[in-house]
Each structure stands twice: as C-alpha cells, then as structure tokens.
C-alpha cells in the first residue's frame, strides 16, 4: 500500500499510520473512501479540527464557518483535515440557576472528549477553535494532554451594543437587572436594553473570562499572533484561519508539539498578560490547570506573585472603559506584550506555533501604545495587576479577587460576616436588601466539589452593584467569580467547605479582613476556636447531585488552587500519544 508521496512528513512515526498504511488497514481505508477521501489524502499526515460550535449562544455560532477556513489552510499545507465538535456550556446562558454546575465540569469535558476523539481516530495534530468562557482552557488543555503539535484559534468576540449613546455589553443587562429590583429601572427600558445589548455572534466583549483567555492563548504561544483580536462577525478572520491550518502542518514537519510550547516560561508570559489587561480570576484557576497537563507545577500562588509586580496599563472592561474591539483596533494582544518587554517582563525566547520565538514574532509586529485603550507600560493606571492573591487563617490554600478599578482605600475591608449555605439564599437576600453596608457576605458549599461545579456568582454581585452597594459590602466565596463581577469579591477560598476549610466554619458576626494591598484574608478566630469547630463539624452538604456527570465530577475534582483538575497529569503519565 503507496505512503505518502509528500515527502516533508515522515508517515511512519505519525499516529494515524494506525489507521491509514498497511494491508490490514483496508476496512479502515474503505470508510474512509466512503467519505470521498482520495488515495493521496489517506495517506498524508491527518489534522483533527475541533469545535465547540452549538446553538446556545452567540460565542460558539460563527465557530462552524470559520472551522471550514482553517480546513483549508490545512489541506493547502499539505494535511487531510477532520472535523469534530465537542460540547460547550455557555456562562451568560448557565449564570444564575443550576446549570452553572455545569460549566466549569464542561472545562474538563471538553478536553476529554476531544483527548478521546483523537486518540480513537488516531490524528496526528489538532487545530482546536473556541468561543466561550470554558471552551478556551478546555481545549488548550487537550492540546497539552496529547502533546500532538497544536494551533489554537478563538472564535471572536461579540461587538458592543450601543442604548443612549454608549457602548453595552451583557454585563450592563445582569446590573440592570440589580436596578430594575431596586425600582431605578423601569421593565420598558429593560425589554429595550435586552434587545440591542448583543448585536451580533461572538463572545461577551470585554474582558471577563473568555476574551481573557484568548489574550491568554496568544501569549501561551498556542496560537497566532493578533488572532484572537478580530471580533466573531468579520470575515477578516479567515486569514487568520487558514494560516492556522498551514502553521500546524509546519508544526507537524518540525515536531514541534504543544508541550514545546507550553512551558513554564510560557506560562508566566500568559499570566503577565492576565494581570495588565486586568483580567478575569478565572485565569488564575485556568493557567494551572493547563500547566497541569504538561506536568509543571503552576498553582494559584505562582499565578498571583507574577500578578502583583506586573503593572496594570490595559483599560478594558469591568474594570475599565472598553471592549475586545476596542483593544483589536489599537493593535491587539501584540502591542500589550511588546510594552511588558519594555519593562523585561516577558521570556522572549518561548517558542510558538509559529515556529518562531515570541520575540522574534513580536519584533516583527509595527505599532506602539495608543494611550487610550493600551497605556504606555511607563506610565501604566495602577503599578500592580489587576487581579490580587490572598492568604491567611481563612484561606490557607489560597484565595483570589480582581482589583483593576479599585482605590487602594477601597482594597482594604473588615467586616461583620453573614453567612449563606449557597448562592441562592445569598442572592434572595440581596434582591431583599436583608443585608448590611459594611458586611461580609459569605457564601460557602460552591466549591468544584461541593458545589458540585464551583459557580460564578455573577447575579449576585450584579444585584449588589445594581443596587449601588457595590463597593459598600464586600464578598467572599469557595465558588467563582464571573470576569464581569466588580467590587471587592474574592472567590477561590480554600480549603473549600466541603473539604472543611475555615469557610466551612464560619458563624454569623465573625470579624473577616480582606486587604488586598497586603494579600490578606482571616478571621479573628484563635487557632484553637478554628480547632473546636472543626471538631464539631457535621460534613459536607449534602447536594441533590447523586448520580450522572456532576456526581462523578465532585468525586474526582481536586481543589482549586491547583486548577480544580480532575486527573494526576502529565507527572503521571506512562505513554505519550504521539509516539505511541
């Protein structure tokens, strides 16, 4: 049976010889000529291009085009391209009710089922295409798991609405929703605002968690240069589509794979830009988790010591003024970085899927900070990042909040708490004011495990803000925060209740400190009360999830300062799947 006649890849140390050479491959090769697959494309190198393309929500609806693209670059470079999907579960969608259980389980869901497809199918590298907020780290960390040379591409942000004059996106609806409660919003304008808040396909526009990813995938080095700065609905992107296909059959030719690019260098680069773009916590519980599928200790702490002495100079969204298009139109992700070298605050020699260094790639890149979106790293808004650490007496594992847009005054907050079981109970007594200024509100039992899920907390924060009481309340939780949450909310508390961190033993009327200028969070607790309430601890909350997906997902999540992974990693790997 003829191998490839291309000569720049080797057939014969590829995984998908399993399954195309050989005279025992023929029931293989007859399926594959059902599917109008040529003699020359069965046996050239095979690319798996997955999606997360559905119809739940506007960031996944424009991947299935743009898959077509990067199909391709792939063929143009010399490759037999595959499509698949795999799941999505979309945050604007899930937030507020049960189903954002779901979301961060999606996480690990989609890179096992993209793991599983490609290793069933036995492709030899992966182009992987995202949209929305889990999607992104799920399919970078299926890229790292499989070591397979990879290219990532994000599907796009959505555009800005636009209602009296000013620029709206999805978070302006959960804050209107806090006004509408509080009487200052009436439901005509509400049923007005909902209509033109999301004018086109794409993911939320600022900088929550999804498009902090997509920062994140081009400073990783997983995907090209200024990719993810055009928004979902310009066709302009295809160029960068195609070029995705062509760059991962050179990525195939050089054996270039996903852990020569994601390295721990690499990771501090992602994290920097996270921290001056004033990005989402999420981040923080991403980095690590992909850093974990390549077998690098990278955990929260590491995440936050790079956060804190990188300056924040991005003036974007919740924290800032304006949206992913607004960032794309004064040059991108590209000119963010090349300001963080001015300082020497990027490793420039980490190499990308470019096949070049992120220096080399950079130097290449014309264009300088606008001083409106992007400030000059010399004169940034604030000298650290956006996004904080916190440890103490309550947090020994680690906690996390987003600063970008806060006063150093108002960064420092102590508090009577007032503690809630779980985010609806919290969320009926903001909508019903039963709470206090100068309260900590503490909502517990939302970890991964014990959630199960680990939930964002978006309407609660929301209604606080819509209510205007924002920055007069502060809050703490094992759960999470969405990357559109404002005010002094820290989430990631660990131990979690479940797993009988201090949270769990928290009453009523207990003094909390948070300080973010010193990375603090405690509770004036002695050690020794800590100690008897432990003792007198009656297990975690029992939660309705007994069976199915979310049940296996709380017995195997591990916590999150660690990413809230759900297997041992590359340290514990004993094959690699491309030299299988």
């Not at 992120?358 to 956006?386: C, F, H, K, N, W």
């Not at 007496?393 to 680690?398: I, T, V």
Request: hydrophobic share 40%.
């Amino acid at each position: 049976m003829p191998m490839s006649t291309n000569t720049r890849f080797d057939k014969s140390k590829l995984p998908s010889r399993h399954v195309t050479e050989g005279p025992a491959r023929a029931p293989h090769r007859s399926y594959f000529y059902a599917m109008g697959i040529t003699e020359e494309e069965i046996h050239q190198p095979w690319v798996g291009v997955a999606t997360c393309w559905n119809e739940a929500a506007p960031c996944n609806i424009s991947l299935n085009r743009q898959a077509q693209i990067v199909k391709h670059g792939v063929k143009k470079g010399g490759g037999t391209p595959r499509e698949f999907t795999t799941i999505t579960v979309t945050d604007g969608i899930a937030m507020g009710h049960e189903g954002m259980r779901s979301s961060l389980a999606s996480r690990d869901a989609i890179a096992d089922t993209v793991e599983l497809t490609m290793r069933g199918h036995c492709y030899d590298a992966l182009v992987g295409l995202a949209g929305c907020d889990k999607s992104l780290p799920g399919m970078m960390m299926a890229m790292v798991r499989l070591n397979v040379p990879s290219v990532f591409i994000y599907g796009g942000s959505i555009l800005p609405g636009r209602y009296k004059g000013q620029d709206i996106t999805v978070q302006d609806m959960f804050e209107a929703v806090g006004k509408n409660q509080a009487g200052t919003l009436s439901n005509a304008e509400l049923e007005i605002m909902e209509r033109v808040a999301c004018p086109s396909s794409g993911a939320c526009g600022a900088q929550y968690t999804a498009n902090t990813m997509a920062c994140v995938s081009e400073a990783i080095g997983l995907a090209l240069l200024n990719s993810s700065g055009a928004p979902a609905p310009y066709e302009s992107r295809d160029q960068y589509g195609e070029a995705s296909g062509v760059a991962v059959m050179n990525l195939i030719e050089k054996n270039i794979r996903a852990r020569d690019i994601v390295t721990r260098k690499s990771l501090e680069n992602a994290a920097r830009v996270v921290a001056c773009t004033g990005g989402s916590t999420n981040g923080a519980l991403h980095l690590p988790a992909i850093a974990h599928e390549a077998g690098i200790d990278f955990d929260l702490f590491d995440v936050c010591d790079i956060m804190r002495d990188t300056p924040y100079f991005v003036d974007l969204r919740p924290g800032g003024k304006y949206v992913a298009k607004d960032l794309y139109e004064v040059g991108g992700v590209p000119i963010v970085m090349k300001e963080l070298m001015k300082l020497g605050l990027m490793h420039e020699d980490c190499i990308t899927v470019s096949g070049k260094s992120i220096g080399e790639s950079l130097d290449e890149i014309v264009g300088e900070a606008d001083g409106r979106v992007i400030y000059p790293v010399s004169t940034p808004i604030t000298q650290t990042g956006g996004v904080v650490g916190l440890k103490g007496n309550l947090a020994p594992d680690g906690a996390i909040v987003k600063v970008a847009g806060m006063s150093e005054a108002e960064q420092v907050f102590t508090g009577p708490a007032r503690v809630f079981e779980c985010e609806e109970d919290a969320f009926e007594a903001v909508k019903n004011r039963e709470y206090a200024e100068g309260e900590v509100i503490v909502i517990r039992n939302e970890g991964p495990a014990g959630g199960p899920g680990m939930r964002e907390m978006l309407s609660t924060t929301a209604a606080l803000s819509g209510q205007g009481m924002g920055k007069k309340v502060a809050l703490i939780t094992d759960g999470r925060f969405s990357g559109a949450t404002r005010g002094f909310c820290v989430g990631h508390v660990g131990p979690e209740a479940a797993h009988c961190g201090p949270i769990a033993l928290l009453r009523n009327g207990d003094v909390i400190t948070l300080n973010a200028l010193t990375g603090e969070l405690s509770v004036a607790l002695t050690d020794a009360e800590l100690a008897a309430r432990k003792a007198d601890w009656k297990g975690p909350r029992e939660t309705q999830y007994a069976t199915g997906a979310l049940y296996k997902y709380a017995k195997l999540v591990g916590g999150a300062r660690w990413g809230a992974v759900t297997h041992p990693g590359a340290k514990a790997e004993k094959h690699v799947y491309m030299d299988q």
